[in-house]
């Protein structure tokens, strides 16, 4: 499997298209638009994972500074195309993204997933994070 930051819109299409596997309501064009906020103010990337050159999965990250973790890696988006999963893709990318933790000098990584994702928390859990906090949201 190879791992690698996205590099031209055929890239974008493909992370878009697995992408949508977990935020249905997502458009193209939002997609691009917040892609290119996020790469503009906080230098977000979205990496690909390919088998025999077919992109299977895609993860969105960025490294942050706050007072409670210093500099660290946060991890948006964490997907692999329904055909993909349970074939530890996930893991892969996720033992890439500690890679890239250590190359860039982050005290450590840290990602949300919704409280109804129960897989997602299983899946986390086996993959050595622990749960350390819960996120509200507020609508405006």
Same mark, same amino acid.
């Given at each position: 499997?190879?791992? #690698?930051?996205?590099?031209?819109? =055929?890239?974008?299409? =493909?992370?878009?298209?697995?992408?949508?596997?977990?935020?249905?309501?997502?458009?193209?064009?939002?997609?691009?638009?917040?892609?290119?906020?996020?790469?503009?103010?906080?230098?977000?990337?979205?990496?690909?994972?390919?088998?025999? $050159?077919?992109?299977?999965?895609?993860?969105?990250? #960025?490294?942050?500074?706050?007072?409670?973790?210093?500099?660290?890696?946060?991890?948006?988006?964490?997907?692999?195309? $329904?055909?993909? #999963?349970?074939?530890?893709?996930?893991?892969?990318?996720?033992?890439?993204?500690?890679?890239?933790?250590?190359?860039?000098?982050?005290?450590?990584?840290?990602? =949300?997933?919704?409280? $109804?994702? $129960?897989?997602?928390?299983?899946?986390?859990?086996?993959?050595?994070?622990?749960?350390?906090?819960?996120?509200?949201?507020?609508?405006?």
């Amino acid at each position: 499997m190879v791992i #690698r930051e996205t590099q031209s819109e =055929s890239d974008l299409r =493909s992370a878009f298209s697995i992408l949508k596997e977990l935020r249905k309501d997502l458009n193209w064009d939002d997609f691009l638009s917040l892609y290119d906020k996020a790469k503009d103010a906080d230098g977000y990337g979205l990496w690909l994972a390919f088998e025999t $050159e077919k992109p299977v999965g895609v993860m969105g990250m #960025r490294i942050l500074y706050d007072y409670v973790h210093g500099k660290h890696l946060y991890i948006d988006d964490l997907v692999t195309t $329904e055909a993909a #999963r349970s074939k530890g893709i996930g893991s892969k990318m996720l033992k890439f993204a500690e890679g890239y933790c250590a190359e860039t000098n982050c005290n450590l990584l840290r990602l =949300s997933t919704g409280t $109804e994702n $129960e897989g997602g928390k299983k899946f986390y859990a086996r993959e050595g994070w622990t749960l350390r906090s819960v996120t509200f949201k507020k609508k405006l």
